[in-house]
Every structure is written in C-alpha cells, then in structure tokens.
C-alpha cells in the first residue's frame, strides 16, 4: 500500500498532489510543440496544432499545416492553412476550434477540420493587426478577446451571439501589456491588464487601476497572471520570483509565496479545486506547484510542454506524453495517507484480510463498527474510487465498499449503483481510441448530456448508443437523438447513392420517437442533396414538418399535396399563398385545378377578398355555371344601379346560356325583365317594386288595386294558373275585396278548387261569404268545407249520400253538444245501415 | 310518465370541467392585457361566452365596457381594445377599419384579437394585407366544446355544415379533432371507435395524428367512455329535414333554442315581457317532457299541474310547526316549479296555435307519405300547392328536398325561382350538397325537374363538387329504409304514451336512419353484415372501425357512448338515442357541431341579400 502513495507530493500540511500519465502520445510530431501554435480544449477535449506559424525566417510560400488530434494524439484532422496569418487558437465550449487571424477575423472550424463560418472581430483591428487574442469561456458560452496594435482592446463574450464591445482605453499605454487576462465576474467580461507596477481593470464602461492588497513591495512588472477555472481567484508572478495569489475581485489576499526565480515563466495556472490557492508555474524544463506553503513541490519537464487548465487540475502534455497533475482529493487523501485510521481507509484494509481469509477482517470491520462509522467508511470507498484513475484501484475500493455495504441494514444502494455506472462510461471516454480523459468531477460538471454531445462531435455513434442504453437514458434524449444525429452526418456522405442513404437511415431509425425527419432532410438539402431529402421527408409522419422544407426546396406542388394529405388547412393556405407568388396566375391556376380541396379553400378566400380573382378563376375553368351564379350574386350584392344589376345579369344569362343551363338562364332573363318592369312600375304608379319577387310584385299590384297590370304581368311572365289564383285569393281575401273575390270566382272555374276560398273567407272571420264558396266546392272536399262554415247537419248528408267511412266519422268528431246530437244520431243510423248492407 | 333511467344505467362523466377549462383560459387571455379595456364580441360568440363568463366575471379582469362586433364604426374611448371573435375574414376586415381609423386620426391603441376556437392563417394574412398585422396581437381561445346539457356537448359551429358540406372547406375539421383530442386527455382514451362518412373518416385520422404525436399522456388511463361514433350530416339529411314532434324539438322548430336557452315571448309568458329560459336538465319540468311525444305532453302537464295542486293544498291541515317547516323548505321548490309549469304550459299553448293554423296536421301526414312512399301523387301535389301559395320558401325547400331525397331525385314537383334571383343559386347550392339529388341517369325526366336538374348536370361543376361531398350520388332512401326497417309495421295504433322503438319520435312513423345506423353498429361491435347498407348510403370507403385489443375498460364505461356528428344533430336524433340507451342500458353523449334542425339546414344553404 505504501508504495500507492509514491506519487503524492505534500504541498504544506493539507494537501497532498499527484500527478500520473494519462496516455503516451503517438502523434509522432516532426516539430517541436514551441515552434507550434496550440490550443488544447478542457474536459479532455482535442488538442489543435497549427505547425509551421508565421515566421519572418520561413519562406511565405510554404503553407502551415493545421492538425487536430484527440487528448489521446489520434489524428482527427489534417488541413492546409490557406488563410492568413494565425494569431491564436482557442476552442469553444462547444468544441469549436476558432482561429484569430492577424487581420482580426475568426474563423471558426468543427473537429474534423470543417469549415463552419467566420467573423470579424471588428473594422478597427484590419489596420492595426491584432497582437494578442484570447479565448475564454463564460456562462453564456465561449468568449473571443483582442489587443489589437492601437493598444486596444475588443471583446465578445459569446461568439454564437456575436456583439462586440470595444473597451475603453487604458491612459497611457504605449506598449503591449506586459501580460493580460479576460475575467468574467457578475455575468459581465472585464479585462485585467498589468502595464509596469500598474493593473487595471477593463470594463465597458471604464478603466480603473487596481491594486492588489498585501502585496509585497519592489514590483516593477507583472510577468504572469493566472485565473482560476471559476474566475474566483487569482494569481500573479511578478519580476521578483513573488506570487501573489488572491481573489479574483483584488479584494483580498489569500496567499504569497516567493520562489525567487526571475526568469518569467512560460505558464502559470491554477491547479486546484477544493481549496483554489495552488498554482502551477512552469517555465522550460521546471514546473512547480506553490501554495500556501513555505515550500513548494518540484518537477522537472523533460520535454517542452504544454499546459491545459482543468476544474480539478492541470493537464500537461508534451510530445511523448500526456500527464495529470492534481491535488489528491479529501476521500483518496483519507483512505491512503499512510497510516491513516480513516473508516474507509480501515474497510479496504478490511476487504483484502477478507480475500485473504484472514481473522483480521473481522477486527477491522469490528473496529469500525464500534465507532459507529461503517456507512462513512462506504461513502468514503465510493466516493475514492471515482476520483482514481487506475480501473483495478477502481475495482478494489468498489469491492470494500460492496463488503461494507454487506453489514449495513439500511444502505440506499444508489451511490453505489451510479458510481459503477459513472466509471464504467468513464472509462469507457478514457480509453485511447476515445481519448477523453475526464475525471469524475470534470464529467459531473460536464453532465451526460454534454458528454454524449461530445462523443457524437467526434462521430463515435455506436459508443454514444451503447451508454445511452446501458444508463437507460429515455429515448428521446438519448438513443433517439444520437441516431438524428447519426443521419444527419449519414446524409453527407455524398458517395453512397440516395437510394442507399435513405434506407440505411430509416432501417436504423425506423419509427424512434422524437427523431424528426424533417431535420435530418433539412440537414440533406442543406447539403445540395435535394432528392435525398425528399425521400427522407417520406418518413416524416408530420406533414406539418414536411411542408415548410419541401417549400424551401421549391417543391411547391409536392408540398401542396402534402398538406392537403395533412388535412390541415392553415397549412395548404401557406404553401397556396407560396405558389401564388411563385407561379404566374395561369400556372397557379392549372395545379389548384388539380387540388379541388386547395381550389375550394382558395375560393372561400377569394370571395371575402379577392372577387376579381374568383371570376378568373371560373373563367380560367371555363366554369359558366359559376361565373353565372358569380354574376348573379354581383347583381344584388355589388351593384346599386339598375342599369349596372341588368348588365350582371345580362352576363349571367350568357354563363348559363354557355353552361348550356337554359333554366337558369331563362330564369335569369325573366329577372331581367322584371328589374326593368318593376322600375318602370315605380315611375308610373310610385311606390316600392324593386327588388320584390315576381310574386311579391303581382301581389302589390293588386292591393294597389291595379287588377290589370297585376293579370298583364301575370301572362308575361307564365305565372301558372295555380299560383295566380291563390295569389289572388290572398290577396283579395287581405283587402277584404269580397265583392271583386266573387266576380274573380266567377271569372272561370277554379283551377284549385274552392275549398281555398272557404278557407281564407272563415281565416278572416266572414262566414257569410264563405257559405257562398261552400256550395261551390267539389263533391270530395265538400264535407270538409260544409264542416268549416259549422255546417254539420249538412255535412252530415253529404257524407251519408257519400257512404264514406272516414268522412262519416270526420263529422262525427265534430259534433258535440245537445244541438248536433240529431244529426249524430243520423249518422250511427246511416252507420248501421251500411253495416247492414 | 318520463321514462326513469334503468338503475343500471351508468354515470356520465362530468363535463362541468371543460367549462372551468375554458373560463380559465379566457381569464388568462383577458390578464395579458392588463388594465382597463374594453371588450368586443362577435355576435354568434355571446351566447356561449354567457354560458361560460358572466358580465360580472368579465368586469372582475377589468373589462370596462362590452360591444357587439357589427359593421359600425366603434364609439369606444378606451385605450385598450379586446377582440374576441371567429376566424373569419369579415370580422379581421372590421378590426383592419378600426385600426386604421384610429391610425389616420393618429391615435395608438393597444389591440388584442382572441380567436375562437383557434386562428387560422388566412386571418393572419388579412391582417397582413390591410397592414395592421405589427400592431394587433393575436391569440386563440381553444374553447370548442360547450356542454349544454349533462350529456351533450356542443361546438358552436353552425356554419361547419356550410362549409364542409356546401364549400368543400375542410378548416373546421382539424378543430373537431383538436375538441376529440382534449376529451381523450380528459376522460381518458375510446378503446371502440366506428365512424361513418367521409369528414368522419378525416377527422378520425386527424386526432388519432394528434393523440400519437401526444401520446403517453393517455397511455395507461382508464377509459371513462367506452365507444365514440363519428357521423357525418349528409349520411342522413332526411331525419334533420322532418318537423320535429317530441317536445323538445318542437320548442326547437317553433321558437328556436340558441345556445341550451330560448326566448319565450309574451305569447308564451302571458305577460308584456320576453323571458330567456334556460332548458336543460336542471329544469326539473322540461327534463320530464322534453322526450317526450307532443301528443302526451299537454296530458303530462296538466296531471303535474293538479299534483302541485295538491301540494299546495296540503297546507290547509297544518299547525304553525308544519306551515313554518313547509313554507321554509318545500315552498321555494313548489314556486319553482309552478313558474316552469307555466311557462311549459305557455309554450304548449303557443305551439298548438302556431301548428293548427299551418295544417300541420297535413303537413306531418304528406312528410310521412314520403317516408314511407306511398301516395306520392298526393304528397307531390300537397307540395305543389305549398309552393303556390307562397307561404314560406323555407318550407318550400325543406320539403321539396325531402320528397327529392326519399324518391331518388324523382322529384316531379315544379320548381319555383320566383322566390327571387339568389334562390337560383340556393337552388344550386341544394344539389351540391346532396339535398336536391339527382335522377340517375337514363331515366325520364319530367319537364320541370330537368330545368331544375340541369343547373349541375355541368361538368365543370360537377367533377369538382364531385370531389368533396356527396354531390351527384344517388339517394338510395327507399332501399335503406327497407334494410334497416326503418318504417315500423304497425298494427293498429302506435301508441305514444308508451314507446315501442325510436320511430316514437316521428309519431311511430319513422325510426331516425342516423339513430338506427348507430343501434345496429353497436350491437354488431362493427360493420359487420352492414356492407349493403354502407353501399347505399355511398359510404363504402368511409365506415370504419377501431377497436384496442386490450380491455382495460370496465363494464361500466363500455356503456357510455359518444356520438358525434359532423354538421349538426336534432333533437329528435337525440330523443330517439336517449330512448334507445334506456331500452338498452346505455347512455350516450352527444358531441355535435351545432344543434340543427330543417329550417337551418335550409338557411345555410340558401344564398341570401347582404
């Protein structure tokens, strides 16, 4: 055991550090890492390469080469520079690499060496070059600051919303800064420079000098500075050997420490995470880590290094290897500090007596239990094994901790369970091929989430898959999501066949939920594959996600059908309104000819809004049937003057006469007549004609009295017999005219008989003159009519003489009273007799 | 003497809820326009909005002052203004004047338009067009299901039957399915789902899209109701074209309920003033007569009128404890009651003159002539002579229509377009929705039936009309009804007071074709042995069924059954399922686009004068 801490630096009292290989590269580097620019990304992101900078010495013509390798030095990417002049490289939280060039633009490249897109750090900067750049990350995401030749400095603390601030100048600053940082404190990005003895502070608003309290005296220049990963703290080399360190507010001092070498160092970085007051410095061939300790632990670089900043420690590589170097964390520190009576420390120890069938385990177990510590001493083995990086130390602190978990009633298993899990996908990132070596307190800052994200960057689907399954993630936003993904990178490989492509992705998808189509079929046509994307957008079960692309893809006609499969009418309105502007109108036309659904939509429309484009459209069909029916709408609806309503219906008339609709159009004609009739009713006689009905209008005639003109325009218009003489009849009976009602009876034999007139004389009360129509009526209506003048003795003959059942018992039902109770006699008597019979 | 519901007959769910829903949403609606403003309504909006908000729930979210949206220009001096209306183009034009008014006249207002029950994107674009889209905001109130009644929901929409049936606009369908879809959240999923026609079939397919896109919301819940039964309107126009005679249809026909209420006017109150009378089963009268066959309703009321009577009298023996316990507890209900007596009676009153003055008795006699289809010489002549007479267009049509539908189009009646030119187009708009219907071809035509046939006979207008609806097909009326045996045989006569089956509601003459497609189909669990039917009815590729293998559903649910019907329902239809539920142990809930009857059936489709 002894030799486990054999690694352990003590840095004073508290802590202790270590530092072990990660991997040994073999990325086989021709250069030298100095002749090289480097950016290496946190959370054991890739590390880019950008060989061959630009040098005064090196003839222009060669270009550099950019590469990008993974934390393990596997080749990701190799592309030839053909831009400008590179500044600095930086990755972004999203694992972008950006690259500032000189004249102040960014260029911004995923992982694979793919373009993305570019910006401008601002006008200003494309004269005064840029002389140093820095990319920091912040809550919102991932920052970009220059110090441009003018001695400026301009920020952007998000590249994905891209707002550039150009800070205030420092007074009298005519050289570069002797070194400078970003901080971000509050949600806002401020600038921390040292120009000689003097820091100040950059914000938008202004630039304030500031001093850092207790800090020694006889500074002349700041060499270094260093900010913590959570910029809570600060660090600062100056031209003495002396660090200060600090909060990163200058507000107070936490520590000092004076290592007497005046040389500057080529980095300076903080390296801790519980207690953030540890700082690695680093010049050429020596890296030293101070604290708040009098001394400071000591290493010797063999190889020109590079140094990565993480939450937890430093990562530091070179051309040979890759190494962590961190502070032992609190659990570790218990369980293996020598001689440590720490319970976790005592339930290993226990465990391996135990796998050597050794009686002490009972006594160590006892040991513990006796002061009551065994669930500490399992919290501690779990907790210790996340922080280790060896998968058999891993194991064996897992298995103390499953041994002590034995003797525990009530132990909630899912610490265990979730650290099992953890270091299963962590070491799964960590291994070579991977190369992402988080640690675990890295990874639950990083979350899962962001950790799959990460593995899909670098196409490692089958991996992503296989943790999402095994950490029964729900499939929308594990497997499901990693697939889209998966598809979207699918649609780019232009060598597989269209065909191929789309089968390959819906095998595999199938019918996943959450995953849309849609998206993967933008990401084809965004690819120039416009086929694939339409056979993608076959499997998109959503019209509504089918429709707005396949309109971007100018596939209006399909998109039309596709919405009217949709049955969603808000949608078929969009693409319509779409191809209206698109097509010319006869086009447009002809393809909703073929849409009825589209058409009768569109017509609804129009007859709200656009009356003009509805006539064309029936034109355009050759429709009369419609464009008549259009016409005869606009002559009461749109029209006021009679001149203008006869030509509308003029218009009709010829539509349905096109139609081949004689009906209608004789109708139409007849209406026509009629219109003009009526005005010429109203010169004469004065008075309200327009716009009444035939009917309406015979009627007014006659109660004005004018008998005439009412029959004249009776023969005009072939109103039927019938109908006139009801007409008549009603509007007689309405005058109350019973001497002209009489005479109109007497004019020719009733085409309807005479009951009616029965009937409108008893509605008006006149019984008289009703008895006189009775006598009229015909033989099968007359009991009806003798019953309705309150004949009943009558009609009771009459339906005797008839021999008719239904008749009989009609006037039976109205008799009643002593006074009809003869003539109910007579009708049983009649009854009985036909019975008789 | 009202039927009492078998004790085995299940509880229905409350719908109460989807009130709370939508009086909720709107309060929300209302609050993000907070402060002061004012409130305009479109007119086919109030009456729902009442049933769901009061004026003094609306005043409480600092509603100053309610309009009515109508084509005048607004006297409102408020600086905020609310819109609450129907997504139809009209209404955006309305608020285009009013905000342009106010933009000319360089006044800033903040404007609020609330669609109900959603927007839709052509409204948008009007707004767009009249270039005040910036300066409204829109929102949608997604209030489509009113509950009327303790079993009938309505979506307010009378003009879903112009639309789709008449204009082939199929917007509204998506609503019905968004309105099936929040049922399903709320009482769980319909493990058996049969549908007949072809907005049935759309909107079926439409919210099943919704519930997948949704689902594990309903997953694992137990379902409240057991079937749902989607009908289309044109699958029966005959039943929605008869004249109602059950109480409740009646009152429907002759004073027209809007909303679950009616206004009774001064005829029917016996005093100066109009009263608004809520009908539903609250009213503890109407809930006993509104089934019931008119015939017996007089008799029914009259014997509770001697019964309060009687109760009333009861007070003359007592002592100062009873009277003090009788005046404090029965008399409020005995009040009450007496109020709705008379105001039932009142209405009985009224509709018997109404009816006796029409020859309604006539009338009912040449509508069951033409059920059955005997005596069509003397039914056509009756009709003939209604149209002579020019009593009322309406009528005109209705029946006209009926006669065209149950004898196959072989309407030889004469047509009459002396009503006024629009009815031309009324004319054409009837044959394109299928309620004038064709002669099939070959057949003689009589002189003025092909007048009339040939406005359609085009074949422009056809093949497009051809495409939505029921255009063009042949009504198989006659041989429907002798496969579903849809005219009882009787011996003797039918008596009312005690129902036999559904046709009680057309006085023992016709069984409701609607009410009997969704007896039969439920007793069969499917269409099975139907397909001729299906057939006639030109249905063939819209009847479907849909059933979950897995029956989490208890016996309970399973006796609950939803039907719906695209485009309108009667009350008679609903009389008639309500009768067959207590035969048969169930209970149905009506979903409907709008109460409907013959007369609205012929307004919507008559083009009429701006």
């Keep these: ?837 | 003497m009202a039927f009492p519901h078998r004790p085995d007959a299940p509880e229905l769910p409350d719908f109460s809820m989807l009130k709370r829903l939508a009086r909720d949403q709107l309060i929300y609606l209302l609050e993000q326009l907070p402060g002061k403003k004012d409130l305009f309504i479109e007119a086919d909006l109030m009456s729902p909005l009442d049933r769901i908000a009061n004026v003094s729930i609306l005043k409480q979210h600092e509603v100053d002052k309610l309009y009515k949206v109508e084509n005048k220009p607004a006297l409102s001096s408020s600086e905020q203004l609310c819109f609450l209306v129907r997504p139809r183009i009209k209404n955006m034009r309305y608020i285009a004047s009013l905000v342009n008014a106010d933009k000319l006249a360089g006044r800033t207002r903040k404007y609020k338009v609330i669609f109900s029950p959603q927007k839709f994107y052509a409204c948008e674009m009007v707004l767009e067009e009249e270039g005040i889209y910036g300066d409204v905001s829109c929102d949608e109130w997604a209030f489509s299901l009113l509950p009327l009644d303790v079993d009938l929901l309505s979506m307010e929409l009378p003009e879903f039957f112009r639309d789709y049936f008449l204009e082939g606009d199929q917007r509204w369908i998506n609503t019905v399915a968004q309105a099936l879809h929040l049922l399903s959240t709320l009482y769980g999923p319909f493990p058996n789902c049969y549908g007949i026609g072809r907005c049935a079939k759309m909107a079926y397919e439409l919210w099943r899209n919704l519930e997948e896109e949704e689902d594990g919301e309903t997953k694992g819940r137990r379902p409240e109701i057991g079937h749902i039964f989607l009908l289309d309107r044109d699958v029966d126009f005959v039943t929605a074209l008869c004249s109602q005679v059950v109480y409740e249809g009646l009152v429907d026909d002759t004073f027209r309920i809007k909303c679950g209420s009616v206004d009774f006017g001064p005829e029917v109150t016996s005093s100066d003033k109009s009263l608004k009378v809520l009908l539903n089963a609250e009213d503890k009268v109407f809930n006993e007569i509104r089934n019931e066959h008119f015939s017996n309703v007089f008799g029914f009321l009259s014997q509770k009128a001697r019964n309060l009577q009687a109760q009333y009298d009861r007070r003359r023996g007592m002592d100062i404890k009873q009277m003090k316990n009788f005046v404090s507890q029965e008399l409020k209900g005995l009040k009450q009651e007496h109020r709705l007596l008379s105001l039932h009676i009142g209405a009985c009153e009224s509709i018997m003159k109404k009816k006796t003055k029409q020859d309604f008795q006539e009338l009912i006699k040449t509508e069951h002539a033409l059920l059955e289809g005997f005596n069509i010489r003397e039914s056509t002549s009756y009709i003939e002579e209604h149209i002579d007479r020019q009593v009322s267009p309406i009528e005109s049509l209705r029946l006209m229509c009926l006669l065209s539908i149950t004898e196959n189009g072989d309407a030889r009646c004469s047509s009459d377009t002396h009503y006024g030119p629009e009815h031309l187009l009324t004319f054409s708009n009837l044959r394109r929705a299928g309620l004038l219907t064709e002669q099939a071809p070959g057949d003689t035509l009589t002189a003025v039936e092909s007048k009339v046939s040939k406005l359609v006979t085009d074949k422009a207008a056809g093949k497009i009309t051809d495409a939505f609806s029921s255009l063009a097909k042949r009504s198989n009326f006659r041989a429907i009804s002798k496969k579903l045996n849809l005219i009882p045989r009787v011996d003797g006569e039918y008596d009312l007071k005690v129902p036999r089956d559904m046709a009680y509601v057309f006085s023992g003459a016709y069984v409701p074709l609607s009410c009997r497609i969704i007896e039969q189909v439920l007793e069969r669990r499917s269409w099975q042995g139907l397909d001729e039917v299906v057939r006639l009815l030109n249905c063939s590729d819209f009847a479907f069924t849909d059933m979950t293998k897995e029956d989490k559903a208890s016996s309970e649910s399973l006796r609950l059954i939803l039907v719906v019907f695209l485009g309108g329902c009667t009350f008679s239809e609903i009389s008639a399922l309500r009768f067959l539920g207590r035969e048969k142990g169930y209970r149905f809930i009506f979903l409907t686009t709008a109460v409907t009857n013959s007369a609205r059936l012929m307004e919507a489709m008559s083009e009429v004068k701006a």
């Excluded at chain 1, 890739?46 to 080749?75: C, F, H, Q, T």
């Excluded at chain 1, 420079?193 to 220049?221: F, I, K, N, Q």
């Excluded at chain 1, 410095?281 to 900043?309: H, K, N, T």
């Excluded at chain 1, 950790?451 to 594990?478: F, K, N, S, T």
């Design chain 1, 1 to 837: 055991m002894d030799c486990y801490t054999a690694n352990w630096n003590p840095l004073g009292d508290s802590a202790f550090y270590r530092k072990y290989e990660l991997y040994s590269m073999d990325w086989d580097l021709k250069e030298e890492l100095r002749d090289c620019l480097v950016a290496a990304a946190p959370y054991g992101g890739p590390i880019a390469l950008l060989r061959n900078p630009w040098r005064k010495e090196k003839a222009a013509s060669v270009r550099p080469v950019l590469d990008i390798y993974s934390a393990s030095g596997m080749p990701l990417a190799s592309l030839l520079w053909k831009s400008g002049p590179v500044v600095s490289l930086g990755w972004s939280a999203e694992e972008e690499l950006l690259c500032v060039q000189e004249d102040g633009a960014v260029l911004v490249y995923g992982l694979h060496g793919d373009f993305r897109r570019h910006f401008s750090m601002g006008n200003e900067v494309l004269q005064n070059r840029v002389l140093d750049a820095r990319i920091f990350h912040t809550e919102f995401g991932s920052g970009v600051a220059i110090l441009t030749g003018a001695h400026r400095f301009t920020l952007s603390a998000n590249v994905g919303d891209l707002k550039l601030r150009r800070m205030p100048e420092v007074p009298g600053l005519q050289s570069a800064p002797s070194c400078w940082t970003a901080l971000c404190q509050d949600r806002v990005a401020h600038i921390l420079l040292a120009v000689g003895p003097d820091l100040y502070l950059l914000d938008h608003a202004a630039c304030s000098a500031v001093t850092p309290p207790g800090l020694a005296p006889g500074v002349s220049s700041f060499l270094q500075m260093a900010v913590s990963f959570t910029y809570r703290h600060l660090a600062l080399f100056t031209d003495t050997g002396y660090i200060w360190m600090g909060t990163a507010s200058l507000k107070e001092k936490l520590c000092e420490f004076n290592c007497n070498i005046r040389a500057p160092p080529k980095w300076c970085v903080y390296a801790a995470h519980s207690k953030e007051r540890a700082v690695v410095v680093a010049w050429e061939r020596r890296l030293m880590v101070v604290g708040d300790a009098p001394e400071s632990i000591q290493f010797v670089l063999d190889e020109d290094s590079y140094l990565v900043p993480e939450l937890d420690g430093v990562r530091i590589f070179s051309r040979s290897t890759h190494e962590f170097l961190h502070e032992v964390p609190a659990a570790s520190e218990e369980i293996f500090k020598i001689a440590s009576m720490a319970p976790g420390a005592l339930l290993l120890e226990a465990q391996k007596e135990y796998e050597k069938e050794s009686q002490k385990a009972d006594e160590y177990l006892r040991e513990i239990q006796e002061l009551g510590q065994l669930t500490q001493a399992v919290q501690q083995c779990i907790e210790a094994a996340g922080h280790e990086h060896q998968p058999d130390m891993q194991k064996s602190l897992l298995r103390a901790a499953s041994f002590g978990k034995c003797f525990l009633d009530r132990f909630p298993p899912d610490s265990f369970v979730h650290m099992c899990q953890d270091l299963r996908v962590l070491n799964a990132v960590r291994d070579y091929h991977i190369g992402i070596p988080l640690t675990y307190s890295q990874y639950k800052q990083l979350t899962i989430q962001v950790l799959l994200d990460r593995l899909v960057l670098r196409r490692l689907y089958p991996l992503a898959i296989q943790i999402c399954e095994y950490l029964r993630l729900p499939e929308v936003q594990g497997v499901s999501r990693i697939l889209a993904h998966w598809a979207c990178y699918k649609v780019q490989q232009k060598d597989v066949s269209d065909e191929d492509v789309a089968r390959a992705i819906n095998q595999k998808l199938g019918d996943t939920p959450g995953v849309s189509y849609s998206d993967i079929a933008a990401r084809a046509y965004g690819c120039g594959r416009t086929e694939l994307a339409i056979k993608l957008l076959e499997y998109e079960p959503r019209s509504g996600e089918q429709v707005p692309l396949l309109l971007k893809m100018k596939r209006s006609k399909l998109a039309l059908s596709k919405a009217i499969e949709s049955g969603d009418t808000d949608l078929v309105f969009t693409v319509l309104l779409h191809l209206k502007n698109e097509l010319n109108r006869g086009d447009f036309f002809m393809t909703l000819r073929n849409q009825p659904m589209a058409l009768s939509l569109y017509r609804q429309f129009c007859k709200h809004q656009e009356l003009e484009t509805l006539k064309d459209l029936y034109n355009q069909d050759d429709n009369h049937q419609e464009l008549g029916s259009f016409h005869i709408r606009a002559s009461y609806a749109a029209e006021e003057r009679i001149e203008g309503r006869v030509a509308a219906l003029q218009t009709a008339a010829d539509a349905f006469y096109k139609a081949k609709n004689e009906f209608a159009a004789k109708a139409t004609e007849d209406q026509m007549r009629l219109l003009r009739l009526q005005r010429r009713l109203e010169d004469e006689l004065g008075g309200q004609f327009l716009d009444l009905s035939l009917h309406d209008t015979v009627t007014t005639l006659i109660l004005g009295g004018h008998n005439k003109r009412a029959e004249q325009l009776a023969r005009d218009f072939r109103i039927p017999d019938k109908r006139l003489w009801w007409l008549k009849l009603t509007a007689l009976a309405d005058l109350e005219d019973w001497e002209e009602l009489e005479k109109f009876s007497k004019s020719k034999k009733s085409p309807i008989g005479y009951l009616p007139f029965v009937e409108i004389c008893m509605k008006q009360h006149n019984k008289y003159e009703a008895k006189k129509y009775a006598s009229r009526v015909g033989p099968e209506q007359k009991v009806k009519a003798l019953l309705l003048v309150g004949d009943v003795a009558q009609a009771a003959d009459v339906a005797i003489e008839h021999r008719n059942e239904a008749e009989l018992s009609l006037v039976l039902s109205h008799c009643t009273g002593a006074t009809d109770g003869a003539t109910a006699d007579k009708i049983q008597r009649a009854r009985a007799q036909a019975q008789k019979k």
